[in-house]
């Protein structure tokens, strides 16, 4: 079964530290991207990571591929309030050119002034 | 550009109607798909296309059709609404090699 799995669900962390999200799945795929979803709000793109190694910043914001072990961690630096979100991963299973996503059940992250 | 638009924004059906809930992007994008995000879960693919009349299945299909006559617009019909298809639904487009995906604001939608 294809499985895209986050942790942690919930992240509550002060203002000003560090923390990292993981994204495993358990599928081959060398392209994952990373969604931004504010509460009722849609999905904004964040990241798009395209081949093993690939790191992408933005920000307080960094992301990275290593797709020999099917993991993309999303890391936080220095957090603040205004990165309080949903934080979602998507792997693209497709073959070339139908943009099959499965995504993670997200996590949610609360940044405590 | 408007992007990816969806209508309506909000919508409440009683069981065994149907209803078509409308999807249009404006970047020439040549994939479309629909997704629901049910609470505390991920989205998952219900239907999508490549193109101007071509569509396919995704993870959660039944219940649900779709068309796509034009490049601009994927309609997503629910056949007879049940309860257990109150959800948001959102549209979502994508064009080349990044295969990165655009979506509208959803579709906050209540079978009762």
């Known amino acids: 079964e294809l499985k895209v799995e986050q942790n942690p669900l919930f992240l509550s962390m002060q203002e000003g530290k560090n923390y990292t999200i993981y994204c495993n799945y358990s599928?081959?795929?060398?392209?994952l991207y990373w969604y931004r979803q504010d509460p009722g709000k849609s999905l904004e793109s964040l990241f798009v990571?395209?081949?093993?190694?690939a790191v992408k910043q933005e920000g307080r914001l960094m992301a990275s591929l290593d797709t020999k072990a099917r993991l993309s961690t999303l890391h936080i630096t220095a957090a603040v309030h205004d990165l309080s979100a949903t934080y979602f991963c998507?792997?693209?299973?497709?073959?070339?050119?139908?943009?099959?996503?499965?995504f993670g059940t997200g996590t949610r992250l609360k940044v405590l002034a | 550009n408007a992007g990816v638009t969806q209508t309506p924004k909000f919508q409440v059906l009683k069981t065994g109607q149907s209803m078509t809930l409308q999807c249009a992007q404006d970047m020439n994008h040549e994939y479309m798909s629909w997704y629901r995000q049910d609470p505390g879960m991920g989205l998952r693919l219900i239907h999508y296309?490549?193109?101007?009349?071509?569509?396919d299945q995704g993870e959660v299909p039944n219940g649900y059709n779709v068309s796509r006559s034009t490049t601009e617009d994927f309609p997503l019909r629910l056949l007879s609404a049940a309860p257990s298809q109150t959800s948001v639904y959102f549209c979502a487009s994508g064009r080349g090699m990044t295969y990165e995906q655009y979506f509208g604001p959803g579709t906050r939608l209540t079978v009762t």
């Open positions: 990571l395209l081949s093993n190694g």
């Open positions: 296309s490549v193109g101007a009349g071509i569509t």
């Open positions: 599928t081959t795929s060398d392209r």
């Open positions: 998507a792997v693209d299973i497709s073959p070339l050119g139908t943009y099959k996503y499965i």
